[in-house]
């Protein structure tokens, strides 16, 4: 089965608080990577199917079968663990293990970042308050583990794509920054 | 119970007269076509097809014994038993793609935290964590190390406690804040043991699956949610607390 079958099918009618459907940020994680000059079939797969195990009942050993280990170990990676009970130790939980893997699985932290900043392109049809929450939560949480990660000198060919992503995410944090206080300043 | 052919045939999913001939292939092991059609009192016609059906259902295997000879051996016990345990597995591992619970349910859990803020923000985990399950907070808590949360923090999530009807044991070492702390929180929902000549350096609260440990040089601290740990560190609170 085709990664975009699957993702068609689980998700079909299904959309984001923005009202745009769910696949579409899915799509958009994948372009941001191919944009990053990323070609890798278990990378481009793991962007379309990064969210599948959190909204679906479909489980890890399904993934292995259908689209083998490696991206079944990158779309894990990527999924907070829902027996956490706040949003904070989802996420935390989720980051830390990221940061733990990443000689094995730096394009788990790769995709990760396209995901945030796929998140910060369609911000805006959350409240001022909730965008500011999420800039704090990924300039808190999430930048300090992508600035260690890309210290590391064993990441090959990603280093350059993790680097042009930290630029990316920094710069899209400053745009909302300044819409937000624009309409503060209203 | 007395085991009837019918049964036989429904148990395995063959007809009547397979039934029979599998039984007597079982009983003697190997027969030949002959053999078969004297001992099931079937004819030669139904004898062979029915032998036929039962190779096909892996019931019966065929040799050839001579240039026009063959004889059929019903499939041993052991081989049947081998089959059990290979779809046994397979159901096994097939109900893992298909059941995400059971590979939620023993999963390990950790996480690390720095600062006051990540460590606020985990006692509201516990605190959560304890309302899910129903138990009581058992704390290891040293009063000088809790006051870095601030005053207003700790009355917040004491009133959020009070109101999830969640109970807190707090063991702590005997000093003058541990015993101004006893004096001002002790009530319904708030159980504190001062220990003479304890002296710790991490603070630990356990609930449900989870256990939680931090100190204030450096504040930081882990979470784990290890239902075994969890479990072990219950009983070390218990033998202190002496439950």
Known sequence: ?186 | MKIQYQDIAELLGISLQSAKVYLDLLIHHELSLAELQKLTGLNKTVVLREVRRLIKANLVNELKVGKNRNIYQGVSFLQLEEKLERDKLILQNLKKVIVPALQQSQRLGIMKYEGIEGIRKVYLEILEEAKRTGEDILAIESGIDIEVLGSTFIANYIKRRLNYNVKALIITPNTATDRQFMEENESRLTAIKLLPNFKIDSNLNVVGDLVMTFSLNPLQGTLRRDKAEARTFKSIFNKLWGI
């Open chain 1, 1 to 186: 089965m085709h990664v975009k079958s699957l993702i068609e099918y689980v998700y079909a009618g299904r959309k984001r608080k923005n009202g745009e459907p769910v696949t579409a940020h899915l799509y958009g994680v994948r372009n941001i990577l191919v944009e990053e000059g990323i070609h890798e079939e278990s990378m481009l797969n793991t962007a379309l199917l990064h969210d599948i195990l959190e909204d679906t009942d479909l489980t890890l050993d399904y993934l292995a079968l259908k689209f083998g280990d490696k991206t079944a170990k990158l779309v894990d990676l990527l999924s907070k663990d829902p027996s956490w009970n706040t949003s904070y130790c989802r996420m935390k939980s989720s980051m830390d293990e990221i940061e733990l893997s990443w000689i094995d699985y730096p394009e788990a932290v790769t995709i990760k970042m396209a995901d945030r900043l796929h998140n910060l392109y369609t911000i805006d049809g959350f409240k001022p308050e909730k965008q500011r929450e999420y800039i704090q939560e990924t300039e808190e949480m999430l930048f300090p583990i992508f600035e260690r990660i890309y210290e590391q000198n064993n990441l090959g060919r990603l280093k350059k794509v993790i680097y042009n992503l930290l630029q990316r995410l920094r710069k899209e944090i400053q745009l909302i920054d300044e819409r937000l206080s624009q309409t503060k300043a209203v």
